[in-house]
């Protein structure tokens, strides 16, 4: 399983971003997906998740803005950020999960700044 994840740049506070995750080379069925987000000296901390059946969950510090979903492509996982803040500066990544492990993005960069 490959990930790219696109969407990333610099934006003003109060500004949106869409982020988008394109998986390939998935056999069988759509499993969950993931945005996970890191800054500088920091854990990676859990953004956004979308199961098979597309129940979402939401870290708190993004509920009410951020919302994640599917495209008509079933592996493609999109993040929309909406009334985006400083704090929402790091480095996005999507992961793909199965029983087992996890499969990674590149990480694209969110920057939010005047």
């Known amino acids: 399983v490959q990930l790219q994840a696109s969407g990333g740049g610099l934006v003003q506070p109060g500004g949106s971003l869409r982020l988008s995750c394109a998986a390939s080379?998935?056999?069988?069925?759509?499993?969950?997906m993931r945005w996970y987000r890191q800054t500088p000296g920091n854990q990676r901390e859990l953004v956004a998740g979308?199961?098979?059946?597309?129940?979402?969950n939401y870290a708190d510090s993004v509920k009410g803005r951020f919302t994640i979903f599917r495209g008509n492509a079933k592996s493609t996982v999109y993040l929309q950020m909406n009334s985006l803040k400083p704090e929402d500066t790091a480095v996005y990544y999507c992961?793909?999960?199965?029983?087992?492990?996890?499969?990674w993005g590149q990480g694209t960069q969110v920057t939010v700044s005047s």
């Open positions: 979308i199961t098979s059946g597309s129940i979402t």
């Open positions: 080379g998935i056999t069988g069925s759509i499993n969950g």
């Open positions: 992961s793909y999960i199965v029983p087992g492990r996890a499969y």
